[in-house]
Structures are given as C-alpha cells and as structure tokens.
C-alpha cells in the first residue's frame, strides 16, 4: 500500500458492487456485519468551492459514512476530504458554545490546553455576550493600531459561505 499511488479517497469502496470493500463506520464491531443507514440525505461538500454532490448515510442522528453522487462538478467521485472528513461533527472535542477567556489567566505561545481542563482558562459565555466580547476587542485593536493591524484564521472544517462571512467580517 505505501508504494502504491493510492490516496486513500476511498473510490474503490464506493464502486465495489460485491461489499468485499466497505466502510468501517458501517460495519457492525460486535458481529462483523454490515450496517444499513436509516437515512440518506442528499447535500454538497463543504470542504471547497467546487460544489461537489454528496449522499449522506445518517444512523442515529449521527453520519456514518458519505458517498459521491452524481453532479457537474464531480460525476459520483469524491476527495478524502470529502468523504471521510466528517468524524469532527461529533467529537467529544468540538465546542459547541461559545468561550471568553479567563482574563487571569495570561496568553502564551507555548501553552497546551487540554479539552479536559479548557474551563481553568475558558468560561462559557451566551452567544450575545461573546459577540460583543469579540466586536469590542476588534474594535479596540483598530481603533489602537495601524490599519491591517487585524487578521484572521480561517479553517476547512466550514462552508465555503461561512468562509466568505468570516473574511468579509476581517477585510470591514
């Protein structure tokens, strides 16, 4: 496999018409057997801008695996990104409201958080109180510094319009 051109895009478990090849999400730890989802949801990748269309297996609320379907953009095919990128969404790690640091506790490049204790240097905020958190810090950063004194980070994790909010919220 090393020596292979293989980039693990998973093209060969989607077209294999014997099940010889499938999934490990949708296979059944306990007794080796296959999973069938309850549903699948038609949808894009948001991974890039080349819109491709996808097939959403969900079991449980939960996805367990994607597949390509058939559109201008991509014919049935997907990258590893788009198929497999999808463990994130249910990660115990994935914080789902919003943080304000502890102004005690101090910045530092070489600081490791770990998800266990980020509320010895986090607290949990509304989504009202982060925002203007966030709008007043921005403002002061501009108001106290040259003009491209701000930046961003952006991240593949989201769609490309919520890309397109973030770095128009950067550039204004």
């Not at 990104?81 to 790690?93: E, L, V």
């Not at 502890?102 to 989504?127: C, L, P």
């Not at 106290?144 to 890309?163: H, I, V």
Request: contains cysteine.
């Amino acid at each position: 496999m090393g020596e292979s051109s293989c980039v693990g895009c998973g093209e060969c478990v989607q077209a294999c018409p014997t099940d010889a090849l499938i999934e490990t999400s949708l296979l059944d730890k306990k007794n080796n057997q296959k999973i069938f989802p309850e549903k699948k949801i038609k949808s894009l990748c948001p991974f890039c801008g080349v819109g491709c269309q996808t097939l959403v297996s969900v079991m449980d609320n939960k996805i367990v695996a994607v597949d390509g379907q058939n559109g201008p953009a991509n014919e049935n095919r997907l990258c590893v990104k788009g198929r497999f990128g999808f463990d994130y969404i249910n990660s115990p790690q994935r914080l789902t409201n919003p943080l304000i640091r502890i102004s005690k506790k101090t910045k530092s490049w070489d600081i490791s958080i770990d998800h266990k204790d980020i509320y010895k240097y986090f607290r949990k905020a509304s989504w009202e109180e982060a925002l203007d958190h966030a709008s007043n810090r921005f403002t002061k950063i501009l108001k106290n510094n040259k003009k491209n004194s701000l930046a961003g980070f952006g991240s593949a994790k989201g769609s490309n319009e919520e890309a397109y909010i973030f770095q128009k919220l950067i550039r204004t």
